[in-house]
């Protein structure tokens, strides 16, 4: 039986809302989409309007057509993806199910070698895939060895255990076969991508040396030598390199700001990247365009396959042919990159249409607003909400979204603090997409004041100290005091409605108090942290320690309450807030594709990840299981049952509902906990402020900012290095010089 139009629409919409690895804990946040029911205004339902929405939007891409010989792979028929690499025009996967491979043209992989045959040879899952000559390869990190495919078999070529190659503290994250010579990018413990370390290995001996690359997220082997993506993260910049496989020289062939180079794919000469949130080739001197394509966004390998683009994350693999530009509507998006999947989501639900989303960090509204002031035709901004940006928004600088229904229907709910943002003088100009609330943990009662805090930091007599960032270690210093300090008072002011004076008694006695304070100086995990990020999710609750697993028979332990604390207040009588940073999507009044734009901010409101949601609009959330839960359940429960069966044996459904009980019960299975929700409604909640002063916007607050330079005066003062006055003037007049200040 043939599927109607409708059945494939509902299947191709089905399908980009599933996959997961079957470890959730992995995945929290791109695991979770929202689709509960919201009450609008006008009586629509929120849920039924995005549903009508999406059946809407791909009868109409199917009605255009489709990106002819487009492909995705998902997870749920090959296993979870590990890595590719391609050979000519071949595409070799290494997954969870085993080694497969996919050429252009076919419907799905064929299985080369399974999982079962992997195993009976001692490789196991923790492998990573490279080409080496004309065969592909495999780098088993639990088993220390290198494997080769030849004549029909792989073949280990080298046990590098006790080789210079066997590192004892860093992990190997990248592997590519050049000249020769095995390059490798290892992960250094506790270290981010920024930090990777490179080594340079002899294949043959498991000989290896550090070369001299800093920065380095992506490498990948090309004609010219070895390609590199090293980013400056002090800088804010990334740059694709060349490095000569012999001497270690590195050329600079393109630098952009950080994300502004990612996905970098090679076969012989050809050079293919995202650039700029665009798929384009290598021109030898700068960067062709192609058409749009949005990556999945936790992709992590990346091939040209015959004339087209493999992406790889755990979730699916796509597949893109090199298509000329401008081949379908491109919906353009500059800012933060998405918290989830949502433009792949949506451009597979949507077939007809392309999302291209130049990844920029560091954008802010000031930069917003010179962008529209410029002309620039960028749909949507993916911006952090702050007092500029709602400046712009009074100022009519921003295309409304009132024509919305279903944008309309979405900010009921919202927290009141969320909604009066986004609405300005009747009209809404912004679509949240996600929010981190910054609140204060631990195990010591946190002061209502800034100077009852000073004056418990400094007769602390612990050996560990009293407050530090649990990202930095050391204890808080009088810089971290200063910047607090200054942020309160800006934020007290402004929400009493009243300009910032910073000659308020509290705030020159603090200042006093903290140039004249001795703070003790101590090392190691701190009573507090200042730097807590309210998370709704089970993954926060699971176990530290110990040897707890998903089996029959084991209970994790019940979670605790968070301890989350809000900051202390300057003033006594003030209220003490949580911080909050408030990330919108904004409709460019010169927007080349409007209707677009707020089709796709539709799609979003029905697709935020479940914690997220819970966290905008707590009142009406719920605890909930991640959604693939319990379509994981179901697989493991139809494996089960085939695996007994093809051995002739019965199920013991016992053991079977036990296990998947035991599932259930694990707290990263939830998207959101019952108690994290109540803790976040009760203590947070009514506390979250978004700092919406002009002053603390994200451009006054870079090196050369207003609020940059008054933080610098106040740690002068504090320091010993200025006079009171001196410090008092200088915040006065440099807040008299910034725009937009009441």
């Keep these: ?59 109409a891409a199917l009605a255009a057509g489709v990106l002819t010989g487009w492909l995705c792979v998902r997870q749920e028929d090959v296993g979870a993806l590990h890595g590719c690499v391609s050979l000519d025009g071949t595409l070799y996967l290494s997954t969870s199910g085993g080694l497969r491979t996919w050429k252009p043209g076919q419907e799905e992989p064929a299985l080369l070698v399974s999982m079962d045959e992997l195993q009976a040879q001692g490789i196991g899952f923790d492998t990573l895939i490279y080409a080496d ?65 490179v080594y340079r290995a002899d294949p043959l001996t498991g000989d290896a040396e550090r070369l001299p690359l800093e920065g380095v997220t992506e490498l990948c082997a ?17 740059r694709l390199v060349s490095v000569d496989p012999e001497s270690g020289a590195v050329h600079t062939l393109d630098e952009r700001s950080m994300q502004g180079i990612e996905g970098v794919a090679c076969d012989g000469d050809t050079i293919c990247a995202i650039v700029e949130g665009t798929l384009s080739l290598w021109n030898g001197t700068g960067w062709t365009a192609l058409q749009g394509y949005a990556l999945g966004h936790l992709d992590y390998a990346f091939a040209v396959v015959g004339e087209g683009y493999a992406s790889l994350g755990t979730n699916d693999m796509q597949y893109v042919p090199f298509t000329e530009a401008g081949s379908l ?41 010179e962008a529209i002031a410029a002309g620039d035709e960028t749909d949507l901004f993916h911006v952090r909400m702050d007092g500029e940006l709602v400046a712009l928004m009074r100022e009519g600088g921003l295309a409304p979204l009132n024509e919305s ?53 400094a007769a602390w007599t612990e050996k560990t100290p009293l407050v530090a960032h649990a990202w930095e270690g050391g204890t808080w210093t009088k810089d971290d005091y200063a910047n607090l300090l200054l942020t309160t008072l800006i934020t007290e002011a402004h929400n009493a409605g009243r300009a910032v004076d910073f000659r308020e008694e509290a ?90 734009a707020v089709t796709y901010l539709e799609y979003l409101c029905g697709h935020r990840a ?25 697989w493991i429960i139809e494996d089960q049952h085939a ?81 009171l006055e001196d410090c008092l003037t200088r915040l006065e007049n440099l807040a008299a010089s910034a725009p937009d200040v009441p």
């Design 133 to 197: 000559g004309d065969a592909p390869a495999l780098l088993d990190r639990s088993g220390k060895k290198l494997w080769r495919w030849q004549d029909g078999a792989l073949v280990c070529t080298l046990d590098y255990a006790g080789t210079p190659m066997d590192l004892a503290q860093e992990r190997y994250r990248a592997a590519v076969m050049q000249d020769g010579w095995l390059f490798l990018c290892a992960l250094p413990p506790e270290g981010t991508v920024y930090e990777a370390d």
């Design 507 to 596: 705030f020159v006695r603090m200042l006093t108090a903290l140039r004249d304070a001795r703070l003790p100086e101590a090392e190691g995990e701190a009573w507090l942290d200042p730097d807590e990020i309210v998370s709704l999710s089970g993954f926060e609750d699971m176990p530290t320690s110990g040897d707890w697993t998903y089996e029959p028979g084991t209970t994790p332990p019940p979670p605790s309450a968070p301890d989350w604390q809000l900051p202390p207040a300057l003033s006594s009588d003030a209220r003490q807030t949580a911080g909050a940073n408030l990330l919108v999507y904004v409709l460019n009044p010169n927007a080349r594709h409007p209707d677009l």
């Design 329 to 369: 509507p491109t919906l353009t998006i500059r800012g933060y990159i998405s918290a989830d999947n949502i433009d792949a989501d949506f451009q597979q639900a949507c077939p007809g249409v392309a999302v291209s989303r130049a990844a920029d960090p560091s954008l802010t509204a000031r930069q917003v607003v």
């Design 222 to 238: 090309w004609e010219g030598g070895l390609l590199a993506v090293a980013c400056d993260v002090d800088n804010n910049v990334c």
């Design 610 to 634: 479940l914690d997220e949601e819970a966290l905008i609009k707590p009142a009406s959330a719920s605890p909930v299981l991640h959604p693939q839960i319990e379509e994981w359940i179901a």
């Design 405 to 457: 229904d279903i944008l309309l229907a979405d900010t009921e709910g919202m927290l009141a603090q969320v909604a009066d943002a986004v609405f300005q003088d009747g009209l809404l100009y912004a679509v949240p997409s996600l929010m981190h609330v910054t609140v204060w943990e631990g195990v010591e009662k946190v002061p209502a004041t800034l100077e009852a805090m000073l004056e418990k930091h």
């Design 643 to 723: 695996r007994d069966a093809e051995l002739g044996r019965a199920t013991d459904e016992e053991a079977l509902t036990a296990s998947t009980d035991a599932i259930r019960a694990a707290p990263d299975s939830w998207a959101v906990t019952q108690g994290r929700l109540e803790a976040y409604r009760e203590k947070i909640a009514p506390n979250v402020d978004l700092r919406l002063h002009p002053l603390l916007a994200g451009s006054q607050r870079r090196d050369g900012g207003v609020y940059a330079r008054m933080l610098r005066a106040v740690c002068d003062y504090v320091e010993g290095g200025a006079a």
């Design 1 to 59: 039986m043939h599927e109607t139009n409708r059945e494939r629409i509902r299947r191709a919409v089905d399908e980009c809302l599933s996959g997961m690895d079957g470890r959730p804990s992995l995945e929290k946040r791109v695991l979770a989409r929202a689709k509960g029911e919201r009450r609008g205004p006008r009586r629509l339902s929120l849920a039924l309007a995005v549903a009508l929405l999406v059946t809407l939007l791909a009868a």
